[in-house]
Protein backbone atom coordinates (compact mmCIF):
# COMPACT_ATOMS: atom_id res chain seq x y z
CA UNK A 1 0.00 0.00 0.00
CA UNK A 2 3.33 2.04 -0.02
CA UNK A 3 4.69 4.03 -3.09
CA UNK A 4 7.98 6.74 -2.94
CA UNK A 5 7.68 9.74 -4.21
CA UNK A 6 10.21 12.51 -4.14
CA UNK A 7 9.47 16.14 -3.68
CA UNK A 8 11.48 16.26 -7.30
CA UNK A 9 9.79 14.21 -9.21
CA UNK A 10 6.81 15.84 -9.84
CA UNK A 11 3.22 15.34 -9.44
CA UNK A 12 1.58 12.07 -8.75
CA UNK A 13 0.05 10.38 -12.00
CA UNK A 14 -3.68 9.86 -11.92
CA UNK A 15 -4.97 6.78 -11.82
CA UNK A 16 -6.66 4.95 -14.87
CA UNK A 17 -10.16 5.96 -14.02
CA UNK A 18 -11.92 2.51 -15.52
CA UNK A 19 -9.70 0.19 -13.47
CA UNK A 20 -12.48 -0.30 -10.47
CA UNK A 21 -14.35 -1.90 -13.08
CA UNK A 22 -11.26 -4.16 -14.86
CA UNK A 23 -9.34 -5.16 -11.42
CA UNK A 24 -12.67 -6.43 -9.91
CA UNK A 25 -13.93 -8.49 -12.54
CA UNK A 26 -10.27 -9.72 -12.65
CA UNK A 27 -11.00 -10.42 -9.08
CA UNK A 28 -13.93 -12.27 -9.86
CA UNK A 29 -12.35 -14.63 -12.78
CA UNK A 30 -9.06 -15.15 -10.25
CA UNK A 31 -10.68 -15.95 -7.26
CA UNK A 32 -14.64 -15.56 -7.60
CA UNK A 33 -15.03 -18.00 -9.16
CA UNK A 34 -12.73 -20.67 -7.30
CA UNK A 35 -14.43 -19.45 -4.33
CA UNK A 36 -17.44 -21.02 -4.71
CA UNK A 37 -17.11 -24.37 -7.20
CA UNK A 38 -14.73 -25.03 -4.47
CA UNK A 39 -17.99 -25.08 -1.95
CA UNK A 40 -20.18 -26.55 -4.29
CA UNK A 41 -21.46 -29.57 -2.22
CA UNK A 42 -20.65 -33.28 -2.38
CA UNK A 43 -23.94 -34.47 -3.40
CA UNK A 44 -25.54 -38.37 -2.87
CA UNK A 45 -28.58 -40.18 -3.93
CA UNK A 46 -31.20 -41.28 -1.28
CA UNK A 47 -29.21 -44.66 -1.06
CA UNK A 48 -25.75 -43.36 -0.64
CA UNK A 49 -24.76 -45.53 -3.68
CA UNK A 50 -23.85 -42.58 -5.96
CA UNK A 51 -22.03 -39.28 -4.77
CA UNK A 52 -21.25 -36.25 -7.51
CA UNK A 53 -19.18 -33.59 -7.00
CA UNK A 54 -16.97 -30.65 -8.64
CA UNK A 55 -13.38 -29.89 -8.60
CA UNK A 56 -13.42 -26.33 -8.38
CA UNK A 57 -9.89 -25.78 -9.00
CA UNK A 58 -9.49 -27.27 -12.64
CA UNK A 59 -12.23 -25.25 -14.08
CA UNK A 60 -11.59 -23.32 -17.36
CA UNK A 61 -12.94 -20.30 -19.32
CA UNK A 62 -12.58 -20.63 -23.20
CA UNK A 63 -11.93 -17.53 -25.42
CA UNK A 64 -15.29 -15.66 -26.70
CA UNK A 65 -16.25 -17.20 -30.08
CA UNK A 66 -16.84 -13.44 -31.33
CA UNK A 67 -14.70 -10.81 -30.76
CA UNK A 68 -16.05 -7.41 -28.72
CA UNK A 69 -17.29 -5.02 -32.12
CA UNK A 70 -18.13 -8.34 -34.11
CA UNK A 71 -20.71 -8.66 -31.34
CA UNK A 72 -21.81 -5.23 -31.40
CA UNK A 73 -22.82 -5.59 -34.97
CA UNK A 74 -24.09 -9.53 -34.85
CA UNK A 75 -26.32 -8.25 -31.63
CA UNK A 76 -24.92 -11.12 -29.97
CA UNK A 77 -23.21 -11.45 -26.37
CA UNK A 78 -19.34 -11.24 -25.49
CA UNK A 79 -18.90 -14.50 -23.42
CA UNK A 80 -17.06 -17.08 -22.38
CA UNK A 81 -17.77 -21.05 -21.92
CA UNK A 82 -17.02 -22.11 -18.63
CA UNK A 83 -15.74 -25.73 -17.65
CA UNK A 84 -14.86 -27.67 -14.76
CA UNK A 85 -14.36 -31.54 -14.20
CA UNK A 86 -16.96 -33.45 -12.61
CA UNK A 87 -16.70 -36.39 -10.82
CA UNK A 88 -19.27 -39.14 -10.54
CA UNK A 89 -18.15 -42.15 -7.92
CA UNK A 90 -20.77 -45.72 -7.87
CA UNK A 91 -20.09 -47.01 -4.94
CA UNK A 92 -22.37 -50.37 -5.99
CA UNK A 93 -20.61 -51.15 -9.00
CA UNK A 94 -17.03 -49.13 -7.69
CA UNK A 95 -16.72 -47.01 -10.96
CA UNK A 96 -15.04 -43.52 -11.17
CA UNK A 97 -16.29 -41.50 -14.25
CA UNK A 98 -14.68 -38.28 -14.51
CA UNK A 99 -15.86 -35.93 -17.14
CA UNK A 100 -14.88 -32.15 -18.14
CA UNK A 101 -18.76 -30.73 -18.12
CA UNK A 102 -20.39 -27.24 -19.24
CA UNK A 103 -21.82 -25.24 -16.48
CA UNK A 104 -22.67 -22.01 -18.85
CA UNK A 105 -21.65 -19.17 -20.89
CA UNK A 106 -20.45 -16.12 -18.82
CA UNK A 107 -20.24 -12.47 -19.82
CA UNK A 108 -17.19 -11.28 -20.06
CA UNK A 109 -16.28 -7.48 -19.71
CA UNK A 110 -14.83 -5.83 -22.49
CA UNK A 111 -11.08 -3.76 -22.15
CA UNK A 112 -13.16 -0.92 -21.59
CA UNK A 113 -14.78 -2.02 -18.50
CA UNK A 114 -18.84 -2.71 -19.85
CA UNK A 115 -20.17 -5.87 -21.13
CA UNK A 116 -21.56 -6.63 -24.52
CA UNK A 117 -25.19 -8.68 -23.99
CA UNK A 118 -27.26 -8.97 -27.06
CA UNK A 119 -25.63 -6.25 -29.10
CA UNK A 120 -25.75 -3.46 -26.44
CA UNK A 121 -23.21 -1.96 -23.90
CA UNK A 122 -24.21 -2.24 -20.19
CA UNK A 123 -22.29 -1.45 -17.05
CA UNK A 124 -22.88 -3.46 -13.79
CA UNK A 125 -22.73 0.04 -11.45
CA UNK A 126 -21.24 -0.80 -8.07
CA UNK A 127 -23.09 -0.95 -4.53
CA UNK A 128 -22.42 0.72 -1.16
CA UNK A 129 -24.20 -0.59 1.58
CA UNK A 130 -23.98 -0.43 5.15
CA UNK A 131 -21.50 -3.54 6.42
CA UNK A 132 -22.55 -6.47 7.92
CA UNK A 133 -21.77 -6.38 11.91
CA UNK A 134 -23.83 -4.68 14.85
CA UNK A 135 -24.10 -1.28 15.45
CA UNK A 136 -25.25 0.92 18.73
CA UNK A 137 -27.49 3.91 18.65
CA UNK A 138 -29.63 5.99 21.03
CA UNK A 139 -33.00 7.04 19.57
CA UNK A 140 -36.69 8.15 20.84
CA UNK A 141 -38.93 5.83 20.99
CA UNK A 142 -43.17 6.98 20.57
CA UNK A 143 -43.09 8.59 23.92
CA UNK A 144 -40.25 10.58 23.32
CA UNK A 145 -38.03 8.26 25.63
CA UNK A 146 -34.50 7.67 24.85
CA UNK A 147 -33.84 3.76 23.69
CA UNK A 148 -30.41 2.16 23.44
CA UNK A 149 -30.44 -0.06 20.24
CA UNK A 150 -27.94 -2.52 18.50
CA UNK A 151 -29.33 -3.12 14.98
CA UNK A 152 -27.48 -6.71 13.71
CA UNK A 153 -27.40 -6.41 10.11
CA UNK A 154 -26.89 -9.56 8.41
CA UNK A 155 -24.56 -10.16 5.18
CA UNK A 156 -28.49 -11.12 2.95
CA UNK A 157 -29.47 -7.56 4.53
CA UNK A 158 -31.64 -9.01 6.90
CA UNK A 159 -31.61 -7.03 10.28
CA UNK A 160 -31.83 -7.61 14.30
CA UNK A 161 -32.34 -4.78 16.14
CA UNK A 162 -32.05 -5.15 20.08
CA UNK A 163 -33.63 -2.77 22.38
CA UNK A 164 -32.94 -1.50 25.55
CA UNK A 165 -35.72 0.76 27.48
CA UNK A 166 -36.18 2.81 29.94
CA UNK A 167 -37.37 0.25 32.49
CA UNK A 168 -33.99 -2.08 31.48
CA UNK A 169 -35.96 -4.38 29.78
CA UNK A 170 -34.18 -6.02 26.32
CA UNK A 171 -36.07 -7.10 23.50
CA UNK A 172 -35.72 -8.78 20.14
CA UNK A 173 -37.21 -6.80 17.61
CA UNK A 174 -38.56 -8.81 14.95
CA UNK A 175 -40.78 -6.87 12.78
CA UNK A 176 -41.19 -2.88 12.73
CA UNK A 177 -44.46 -3.35 15.31
CA UNK A 178 -43.41 -7.30 16.82
CA UNK A 179 -40.76 -7.23 19.31
CA UNK A 180 -39.57 -10.61 22.07
CA UNK A 181 -37.59 -10.33 25.27
CA UNK A 182 -34.22 -10.95 24.50
CA UNK A 183 -34.80 -14.22 27.15
CA UNK A 184 -36.93 -15.86 24.52
CA UNK A 185 -34.61 -15.61 21.46
CA UNK A 186 -31.42 -16.77 23.69
CA UNK A 187 -33.51 -19.88 24.81
CA UNK A 188 -34.80 -20.55 21.12
CA UNK A 189 -31.16 -20.95 20.07
CA UNK A 190 -30.47 -23.63 22.47
CA UNK A 191 -29.28 -21.70 25.53
CA UNK A 192 -30.42 -22.43 29.25
CA UNK A 193 -31.28 -19.79 31.70
CA UNK A 194 -27.94 -21.24 33.91
CA UNK A 195 -25.95 -20.39 30.58
CA UNK A 196 -27.28 -17.16 30.02
CA UNK A 197 -27.18 -15.61 33.21
CA UNK A 198 -23.13 -16.80 33.28
CA UNK A 199 -22.73 -15.29 29.98
CA UNK A 200 -23.62 -11.71 30.89
CA UNK A 201 -21.59 -9.59 32.93
CA UNK A 202 -24.32 -7.65 34.76
CA UNK A 203 -26.93 -10.52 35.26
CA UNK A 204 -28.16 -8.52 38.05
CA UNK A 205 -30.13 -6.13 36.00
CA UNK A 206 -32.17 -8.58 34.14
CA UNK A 207 -32.98 -11.01 36.89
CA UNK A 208 -36.46 -9.55 37.00
CA UNK A 209 -37.20 -8.90 33.74
CA UNK A 210 -35.85 -12.37 32.94
CA UNK A 211 -38.89 -14.14 35.95
CA UNK A 212 -41.84 -11.92 34.23
CA UNK A 213 -41.01 -12.88 30.61
CA UNK A 214 -40.10 -16.76 30.85
CA UNK A 215 -42.76 -17.89 33.25
CA UNK A 216 -44.55 -20.13 30.63
CA UNK A 217 -41.48 -21.20 28.83
CA UNK A 218 -40.03 -24.58 29.61
CA UNK A 219 -38.06 -26.36 26.83
CA UNK A 220 -36.28 -25.26 23.87
CA UNK A 221 -39.84 -26.19 21.51
CA UNK A 222 -41.35 -23.28 23.98
CA UNK A 223 -39.53 -20.68 22.99
CA UNK A 224 -39.52 -21.49 19.00
CA UNK A 225 -43.61 -21.56 19.38
CA UNK A 226 -43.31 -17.92 21.54
CA UNK A 227 -40.92 -16.28 18.42
CA UNK A 228 -43.32 -17.82 15.62
CA UNK A 229 -46.30 -16.47 17.60
CA UNK A 230 -44.72 -13.18 17.89
CA UNK A 231 -43.04 -13.64 13.75
CA UNK A 232 -46.67 -13.81 12.50
CA UNK A 233 -48.71 -11.70 15.20
CA UNK A 234 -50.42 -15.20 16.23
CA UNK A 235 -52.79 -15.12 18.99
CA UNK A 236 -53.85 -18.12 20.91
CA UNK A 237 -52.23 -21.93 21.55
CA UNK A 238 -49.91 -22.81 19.16
CA UNK A 239 -48.20 -26.38 19.13
CA UNK A 240 -44.87 -26.99 18.16
CA UNK A 241 -43.96 -28.76 15.10
CA UNK A 242 -41.45 -28.84 12.32
CA UNK A 243 -43.02 -27.05 10.44
CA UNK A 244 -43.01 -24.46 12.24
CA UNK A 245 -38.92 -24.83 13.19
CA UNK A 246 -38.25 -24.93 9.62
CA UNK A 247 -40.27 -21.94 8.67
CA UNK A 248 -38.24 -20.08 10.95
CA UNK A 249 -34.60 -21.59 10.31
CA UNK A 250 -35.64 -20.31 6.45
CA UNK A 251 -37.00 -17.06 7.28
CA UNK A 252 -35.92 -15.83 10.45
CA UNK A 253 -32.32 -17.60 11.41
CA UNK A 254 -31.01 -17.87 7.58
CA UNK A 255 -31.85 -14.19 6.94
CA UNK A 256 -30.55 -12.39 10.07
CA UNK A 257 -28.28 -14.86 11.43
CA UNK A 258 -25.64 -15.02 8.52
CA UNK A 259 -22.99 -12.67 8.95
CA UNK A 260 -20.69 -13.92 6.29
CA UNK A 261 -16.56 -12.87 6.40
CA UNK A 262 -17.09 -9.37 6.55
CA UNK A 263 -19.73 -9.44 9.65
CA UNK A 264 -17.71 -11.84 11.26
CA UNK A 265 -14.69 -9.39 11.05
CA UNK A 266 -16.73 -6.86 12.59
CA UNK A 267 -18.17 -8.68 15.24
CA UNK A 268 -14.74 -10.00 16.43
CA UNK A 269 -13.05 -6.27 15.71
CA UNK A 270 -15.85 -4.22 17.82
CA UNK A 271 -17.26 -6.77 21.06
CA UNK A 272 -13.40 -8.13 21.03
CA UNK A 273 -14.78 -11.92 20.79
CA UNK A 274 -12.24 -14.54 19.69
CA UNK A 275 -14.54 -16.80 17.66
CA UNK A 276 -13.00 -18.41 14.36
CA UNK A 277 -13.11 -16.31 11.05
CA UNK A 278 -14.53 -18.94 9.58
CA UNK A 279 -17.42 -19.07 11.41
CA UNK A 280 -20.44 -16.89 9.52
CA UNK A 281 -23.32 -17.69 11.66
CA UNK A 282 -24.20 -15.95 14.87
CA UNK A 283 -23.52 -17.85 17.78
CA UNK A 284 -24.81 -17.52 21.51
CA UNK A 285 -21.59 -15.93 22.65
CA UNK A 286 -22.25 -13.02 19.75
CA UNK A 287 -25.41 -12.28 21.47
CA UNK A 288 -24.35 -12.28 25.11
CA UNK A 289 -21.77 -10.05 24.15
CA UNK A 290 -23.78 -7.70 22.02
CA UNK A 291 -26.50 -6.97 25.20
CA UNK A 292 -23.19 -6.78 27.21
CA UNK A 293 -22.33 -3.72 25.08
CA UNK A 294 -25.40 -2.25 24.85
CA UNK A 295 -26.20 -2.15 28.43
CA UNK A 296 -22.84 -0.29 28.67
CA UNK A 297 -23.80 1.89 26.13
CA UNK A 298 -26.76 2.86 28.37
CA UNK A 299 -24.04 3.59 31.18
CA UNK A 300 -22.22 5.67 29.25
CA UNK A 301 -19.14 3.31 29.17
CA UNK A 302 -19.48 1.60 25.82
CA UNK A 303 -19.64 4.21 22.54
CA UNK A 304 -22.13 4.24 20.12
CA UNK A 305 -21.71 4.31 16.08
CA UNK A 306 -22.22 6.56 13.34
CA UNK A 307 -24.05 4.31 11.05
CA UNK A 308 -23.08 6.96 8.18
CA UNK A 309 -19.79 6.58 8.42
CA UNK A 310 -17.57 5.13 5.75
CA UNK A 311 -15.96 2.39 7.99
CA UNK A 312 -19.31 1.29 8.70
CA UNK A 313 -20.38 0.56 4.91
CA UNK A 314 -18.68 -1.12 2.19
CA UNK A 315 -18.56 -1.43 -1.76
CA UNK A 316 -20.37 -4.22 -3.41
CA UNK A 317 -18.08 -4.09 -6.80
CA UNK A 318 -19.11 -6.11 -10.19
CA UNK A 319 -17.02 -8.58 -8.74
CA UNK A 320 -19.33 -9.38 -5.38
CA UNK A 321 -22.66 -9.24 -8.07
CA UNK A 322 -21.37 -11.50 -10.38
CA UNK A 323 -20.08 -14.02 -7.79
CA UNK A 324 -23.94 -13.65 -6.25
CA UNK A 325 -25.48 -14.80 -9.45
CA UNK A 326 -22.76 -17.46 -9.57
CA UNK A 327 -23.71 -19.09 -5.83
CA UNK A 328 -27.42 -18.55 -7.27
CA UNK A 329 -26.82 -20.78 -10.29
CA UNK A 330 -25.20 -23.55 -8.61
CA UNK A 331 -27.65 -23.44 -5.73
CA UNK A 332 -30.27 -24.52 -8.77
CA UNK A 333 -27.88 -26.88 -10.68
CA UNK A 334 -27.57 -28.60 -6.69
CA UNK A 335 -31.25 -28.73 -6.88
CA UNK A 336 -31.41 -29.94 -10.24
CA UNK A 337 -28.84 -32.95 -9.61
CA UNK A 338 -30.58 -33.92 -6.66
CA UNK A 339 -34.12 -34.44 -9.07
CA UNK A 340 -31.86 -36.20 -11.66
CA UNK A 341 -30.29 -39.03 -9.28
CA UNK A 342 -33.69 -39.32 -7.40
CA UNK A 343 -35.19 -40.21 -10.71
CA UNK A 344 -32.13 -42.73 -11.99
CA UNK A 345 -32.05 -44.37 -9.07
CA UNK A 346 -35.55 -44.94 -8.86
CA UNK A 347 -35.99 -46.08 -12.69
CA UNK A 348 -32.35 -47.29 -12.73
CA UNK A 349 -30.83 -45.41 -15.51
CA UNK A 350 -26.89 -45.04 -16.44
CA UNK A 351 -25.71 -42.03 -14.48
CA UNK A 352 -22.65 -40.10 -16.46
CA UNK A 353 -21.76 -36.41 -15.18
CA UNK A 354 -22.75 -34.86 -18.50
CA UNK A 355 -26.18 -36.11 -17.80
CA UNK A 356 -26.14 -34.66 -14.51
CA UNK A 357 -25.16 -31.57 -15.23
CA UNK A 358 -27.35 -28.76 -17.11
CA UNK A 359 -25.94 -25.32 -18.20
CA UNK A 360 -29.71 -24.00 -18.32
CA UNK A 361 -28.87 -22.92 -14.56
CA UNK A 362 -26.48 -21.04 -15.35
CA UNK A 363 -27.43 -19.32 -18.35
CA UNK A 364 -30.85 -18.41 -17.08
CA UNK A 365 -29.57 -16.58 -13.87
CA UNK A 366 -27.45 -14.62 -15.63
CA UNK A 367 -29.86 -13.52 -18.26
CA UNK A 368 -31.69 -12.68 -15.24
CA UNK A 369 -29.07 -10.84 -13.90
CA UNK A 370 -27.81 -8.48 -16.83
CA UNK A 371 -31.86 -8.42 -17.90
CA UNK A 372 -33.71 -7.05 -15.03
CA UNK A 373 -31.35 -6.30 -11.64
CA UNK A 374 -31.50 -2.57 -10.99
CA UNK A 375 -27.22 -2.41 -10.84
CA UNK A 376 -26.95 -3.61 -14.38
CA UNK A 377 -27.58 -0.85 -16.43
CA UNK A 378 -27.51 0.38 -20.48
CA UNK A 379 -23.73 1.94 -20.51
CA UNK A 380 -23.98 5.96 -20.75
CA UNK A 381 -22.35 6.23 -24.25
CA UNK A 382 -23.27 10.36 -24.60
CA UNK A 383 -19.59 10.68 -25.18
CA UNK A 384 -16.53 9.14 -23.69
CA UNK A 385 -16.15 11.48 -20.65
CA UNK A 386 -20.10 10.19 -19.75
CA UNK A 387 -18.85 6.14 -20.47
CA UNK A 388 -16.10 6.99 -17.91
CA UNK A 389 -18.74 8.76 -15.27
CA UNK A 390 -21.13 5.69 -15.28
CA UNK A 391 -18.72 3.12 -14.43
CA UNK A 392 -17.23 5.00 -11.33
CA UNK A 393 -20.91 5.24 -10.00
CA UNK A 394 -21.65 3.60 -6.72
CA UNK A 395 -25.07 3.80 -5.62
CA UNK A 396 -27.14 3.08 -2.34
CA UNK A 397 -29.94 1.80 -3.89
CA UNK A 398 -31.06 -1.92 -5.58
CA UNK A 399 -31.66 -4.79 -3.12
CA UNK A 400 -30.50 -4.87 0.60
CA UNK A 401 -29.68 -0.75 -0.28
CA UNK A 402 -31.79 2.12 0.19
CA UNK A 403 -35.07 3.23 -1.65
CA UNK A 404 -35.95 6.45 -3.14
CA UNK A 405 -38.80 7.18 -0.56
CA UNK A 406 -37.93 6.10 2.30
CA UNK A 407 -34.15 7.89 2.77
CA UNK A 408 -33.64 10.16 4.83
CA UNK A 409 -32.11 13.36 4.63
CA UNK A 410 -29.13 12.28 6.60
CA UNK A 411 -28.03 9.48 4.71
CA UNK A 412 -28.18 11.59 1.41
CA UNK A 413 -25.82 13.92 3.18
CA UNK A 414 -21.80 14.48 2.78
CA UNK A 415 -20.18 13.13 5.78
CA UNK A 416 -16.12 13.79 6.62
CA UNK A 417 -15.36 10.47 5.97
CA UNK A 418 -16.03 11.02 2.33
CA UNK A 419 -13.19 13.15 1.50
CA UNK A 420 -10.97 11.62 -1.42
CA UNK A 421 -13.09 8.53 -1.50
CA UNK A 422 -16.78 9.68 -2.44
CA UNK A 423 -16.85 13.19 -4.70
CA UNK A 424 -18.95 15.90 -2.43
CA UNK A 425 -20.00 17.38 -5.70
CA UNK A 426 -21.34 15.15 -8.11
CA UNK A 427 -24.46 13.06 -7.52
CA UNK A 428 -27.79 12.55 -9.35
CA UNK A 429 -30.95 15.17 -9.31
CA UNK A 430 -34.05 14.76 -7.46
CA UNK A 431 -35.10 11.59 -5.61
CA UNK A 432 -31.57 10.35 -6.27
CA UNK A 433 -29.78 13.12 -5.01
CA UNK A 434 -27.44 11.98 -2.16
CA UNK A 435 -28.19 7.98 -3.05
CA UNK A 436 -26.08 7.88 -6.27
CA UNK A 437 -22.32 9.22 -6.15
CA UNK A 438 -19.02 9.03 -8.03
CA UNK A 439 -15.56 7.54 -6.83
CA UNK A 440 -13.24 10.25 -5.89
CA UNK A 441 -10.16 10.66 -8.80
CA UNK A 442 -7.55 8.65 -6.19
CA UNK A 443 -10.09 6.39 -4.33
CA UNK A 444 -9.45 2.64 -4.42
CA UNK A 445 -11.60 -0.44 -3.89
CA UNK A 446 -9.17 -3.02 -1.56
CA UNK A 447 -10.17 -5.94 0.68
CA UNK A 448 -13.51 -5.99 2.67
CA UNK A 449 -14.77 -3.80 0.63
CA UNK A 450 -13.53 -0.69 1.93
CA UNK A 451 -12.91 2.32 -0.27
CA UNK A 452 -9.37 3.63 0.20
CA UNK A 453 -7.69 7.27 -0.56
CA UNK A 454 -3.72 8.31 -0.41
CA UNK A 455 -2.10 11.04 1.36
CA UNK A 456 1.29 12.56 1.80
CA UNK A 457 2.98 11.05 5.09
CA UNK A 458 4.96 13.85 6.76
CA UNK A 459 8.70 12.81 7.93
CA UNK A 460 10.73 14.76 9.63
CA UNK A 461 13.53 12.50 8.91
CA UNK A 462 13.63 12.36 5.44
CA UNK A 463 12.75 14.97 2.74
CA UNK A 464 11.20 11.95 0.70
CA UNK A 465 7.71 11.46 0.86
CA UNK A 466 5.57 8.64 1.00
CA UNK A 467 2.21 8.01 -0.22
CA UNK A 468 0.03 5.99 1.79
CA UNK A 469 -3.21 4.51 1.44
CA UNK A 470 -5.90 5.11 4.30
CA UNK A 471 -8.96 3.54 4.76
CA UNK A 472 -11.69 5.99 6.75
CA UNK A 473 -11.18 3.99 9.63
CA UNK A 474 -7.16 4.74 9.75
CA UNK A 475 -7.45 8.55 8.70
CA UNK A 476 -9.64 9.15 12.15
CA UNK A 477 -6.68 8.98 14.26
CA UNK A 478 -3.93 11.48 12.23
CA UNK A 479 -3.71 15.03 11.64
CA UNK A 480 -4.12 15.82 8.32
CA UNK A 481 -3.44 19.30 6.67
CA UNK A 482 -4.97 20.46 3.26
CA UNK A 483 -2.38 20.25 0.69
CA UNK A 484 -2.87 23.82 -0.36
CA UNK A 485 -2.16 25.20 2.72
CA UNK A 486 1.00 23.61 3.15
CA UNK A 487 2.15 23.96 -1.00
CA UNK A 488 1.93 27.96 -0.53
CA UNK A 489 5.09 28.62 2.09
CA UNK A 490 6.87 25.33 1.84
CA UNK A 491 10.14 26.84 2.69
CA UNK A 492 8.68 28.03 6.27
CA UNK A 493 7.43 24.85 7.63
CA UNK A 494 8.93 25.47 11.07
CA UNK A 495 6.92 28.60 11.12
CA UNK A 496 3.68 27.95 9.82
CA UNK A 497 -0.17 26.99 11.35
CA UNK A 498 -1.92 25.01 8.93
CA UNK A 499 -5.50 23.68 8.88
CA UNK A 500 -5.83 20.27 9.46
CA UNK A 501 -8.39 17.51 9.71
CA UNK A 502 -8.49 15.72 12.65
CA UNK A 503 -11.89 12.95 14.29
CA UNK A 504 -14.23 15.10 11.89
CA UNK A 505 -13.03 18.37 12.97
CA UNK A 506 -10.86 21.29 11.63
CA UNK A 507 -8.31 22.19 13.62
CA UNK A 508 -5.40 25.47 13.36
CA UNK A 509 -2.06 23.65 14.28
CA UNK A 510 1.84 23.80 13.92
CA UNK A 511 2.74 22.41 10.56
CA UNK A 512 5.04 20.00 12.82
CA UNK A 513 2.24 18.30 14.60
CA UNK A 514 0.67 17.13 11.10
CA UNK A 515 1.31 13.29 10.27
CA UNK A 516 -0.08 13.55 6.49
CA UNK A 517 -1.05 15.81 4.18
CA UNK A 518 -3.26 15.13 0.96
CA UNK A 519 -3.04 15.71 -3.00
CA UNK A 520 -3.11 18.96 -4.16
CA UNK A 521 -5.64 20.21 -6.08
CA UNK A 522 -7.28 16.60 -7.34
CA UNK A 523 -7.62 14.72 -4.35
CA UNK A 524 -11.55 14.67 -4.77
Given at each position: ???????????????????????????????????????????????????????????????????????????????????????????????????????????????????????????????????????????????????????????????????????????????????????????????????????????????????????????????????????????????????IYKDLQKKFFRQRFELGQIGRRNFNKKLE????????????????????????????????????????????????????????????????????????????????????????????????????????????????????????????????????????????????????????????????????????????????????????????????????????????????????????????????????????????????????????????
Amino acid sequence: NKMSTGKKQGTFVPPEFGRIQSEEFLRLVDQGIVDELTSFPKIEDGEKDCEFRLFGEEYRLTESIVQEQDAIYECSTYSSDLYVLAQLTNRKNRTIKRQVVLLGSLPLMTSQGFFIINGVARVVVSQILRSPGIYYSRELDHKGFPLYTGTIISNLGGRLKLELDKKARIWARVSKKRKVSIFILLLAIGLKPRDIFNGFNYPEILIKFFKRQVRDIHSVEDALVELYKSLYSITGDVLFSELIYKDLQKKFFRQRFELGQIGRRNFNKKLELDVPKNEYFLLPQDILAAVDHLIKANYRIGTLDDIDHLKNRRVRSVADLLQDQLRLSLERLELLIRQTMQEATKQKHFLTPEKLVTSTPFITTFKEFFGSHPLSQFMDQTNPLSEIVHKRKVSALGPGGLTRRTASFRVRDIHPSHYGRLCPIETSEGMNAGLISSLGIYAQLKKYGSLQSPFYKISNISDEEQIVQLSPNQDERYRIATGSFLAASWGAQEEQFTSARYQQEFLTIPWSQVNFRSFFPLQF
